[in-house]
C-alpha cells in the first residue's frame, strides 16, 4: 500500500500541504488592515479555513485573511506532520464505521456562531495492520471540526467511560455508517459502568477550574497591566507579591500564596498569547504590552458560559447514569 512506500524521502511542496487549524504560519505578501500595512514575513496562526483561504490570527492586528499561496509552514516539521495529517485523512474517512454530531448542536445550547463539530469511529483496512509503521488512531480535519478514533482506542476509551467516547456512543445523532458500527451500538451498553463516577467528576472538576481561572484572569488583569506601565516595570515576582497581598483566597501559608499569584500571572500571559495579543509566551512580553497600552480582549472572550454548560452536563448525565443505570 501506498502507506508502506518510504515516500517520506521525496521532497514536498510547502506551498501545496494542508495547513490545519492551529499551524504557526509565515507571511509572503504585505497585507492591509485598515490604514495599517502588514508586512510580510510575520508570523500568524490559523485560526479558520475557508473557501477562500485561511484566517490568520497575527499578534497585535488581529485576524486577517490569506490565499493559500500567499503564507507558508513556520517549522519544517510542520510540512511533513500536516502532509501526514492530510494523507491519513484522505485514505480512511472513507473507512468510518460510526458517526455523531456532538457539542453544543447534540445538547440544544448552539447559537448562530456554534461550530458543528463531529465525531466517528474508523476501522483499519488490513494492510494498514501488517507493515511496519505504526497505523494513525485519530483523524482530524484540517479545520478541527471532525476527530475520529481507529475502533480499537475508541474501545479502549469506552472501558475506561472516557466522557467524550460515551458521548459519541449514546448522543441521539449516532448511526452507524456499517456493520461494525452496528456492533459496537449493539455492545455500547456494556460501556457504562461505575468507573463513570471517577472519570465524568474529573472532567467536570477541570470545566470548574477553567471557569474559575477564567474569572480570576478578568478579575485582577487591568490591575496587573496598570502596575507594569510603571518606571521602573515591576519584575515576576514583585508582581505576584502585590497580588498575593490584595488576593482575598486562603492559603496554608505566605509561600502558597505568592506561588498561586506567580501562576496566575503565567496564565495571564499564556491567554494572552494565545489570543493573539502578545507576541511572545514569556512575562517579558505582557511588560511590553502593558507599556505600549495593547488592547485587552472582549471580556465575552474570557467569560463564556461554555465550560458552565459542560460542567452541568456532566454532573447531570453522571448521576443519572449512576441512579439509572
Not at 174 to 190: K, N, P, Q
Request: glycine share 8%; aromatic share 6%.
Amino acid at each position: 500500500m501506498d502507506r508502506h512506500h518510504p515516500k517520506g524521502l521525496a521532497p514536498i511542496d510547502p506551498l501545496a500541504v494542508p495547513l490545519p487549524h492551529g499551524t504557526e504560519v509565515t507571511t509572503r505578501v504585505d497585507r492591509m488592515a485598515g490604514e495599517r500595512r502588514v508586512p510580510q514575513g510575520v508570523v500568524g496562526r490559523v485560526v479558520a479555513i475557508r473557501e477562500d483561504g485561511l484566517d490568520v490570527l497575527v499578534t497585535g492586528v488581529g485576524v486577517l485573511r490569506y490565499a493559500r499561496d500567499e503564507i507558508l509552514p513556520r517549522r519544517p516539521g510542520q510540512v511533513r506532520f500536516a502532509e501526514q495529517r492530510a494523507a491519513d485523512w484522505e485514505a480512511l474517512r472513507r473507512c468510518t464505521v460510526l458517526e455523531a454530531t456532538v457539542g453544543s448542536r447534540a445538547w440544544g445550547l448552539a447559537d448562530e456562531r456554534s461550530d458543528t463539530d463531529l465525531r466517528g469511529i474508523f476501522a483499519l483496512p488490513l494492510p494498514w495492520t501488517t507493515g511496519l509503521l505504526a497505523p494513525p488512531e485519530t483523524l482530524t480535519s484540517a479545520d478541527g471540526s471532525t476527530t475520529c478514533w481507529e475502533h480499537r482506542k475508541a474501545i479502549h476509551q469506552a472501558i475506561r467511560a472516557d466522557p467524550n467516547t460515551l458521548e459519541l456512543l449514546f448522543v441521539p445523532t449516532v448511526h452507524a455508517t456499517d456493520v461494525i458500527g452496528e456492533w459496537i451500538l449493539d455492545e455500547r451498553d456494556a460501556f457504562a459502568s461505575a468507573d463513570l463516577f471517577g472519570s465524568f467528576g474529573r472532567y467536570a472538576v477541570s470545566q470548574l477550574g477553567k471557569l474559575a481561572r477564567s474569572a480570576r484572569l478578568a478579575e485582577h488583569r487591568g490591575l496587573v497591566l496598570d502596575w507594569l506601565e510603571a518606571e521602573p516595570p515591576p519584575d515576576l515576582d514583585e508582581v505576584a507579591r502585590r497580588l498575593a497581598a490584595i488576593s482575598p483566597r486562603k492559603h496554608a501559608s505566605e509561600a502558597d500564596a505568592l506561588l498561586a499569584s506567580k501562576e496566575y500571572v503565567k496564565q495571564l500571559y499564556r491567554s494572552l498569547f494565545d489570543q493573539g495579543l502578545l507576541d511572545a509566551n514569556e512575562f517579558s512580553a505582557l511588560v511590553r504590552h502593558a507599556r505600549g497600552g495593547g488592547a485587552q480582549p472582549e471580556p465575552a472572550r474570557e467569560l463564556r458560559p461554555k465550560n458552565a454548560y459542560n460542567l452541568l452536563r456532566l454532573i447531570h448525565v453522571a448521576s443519572d447514569w449512576l441512579r439509572t443505570g
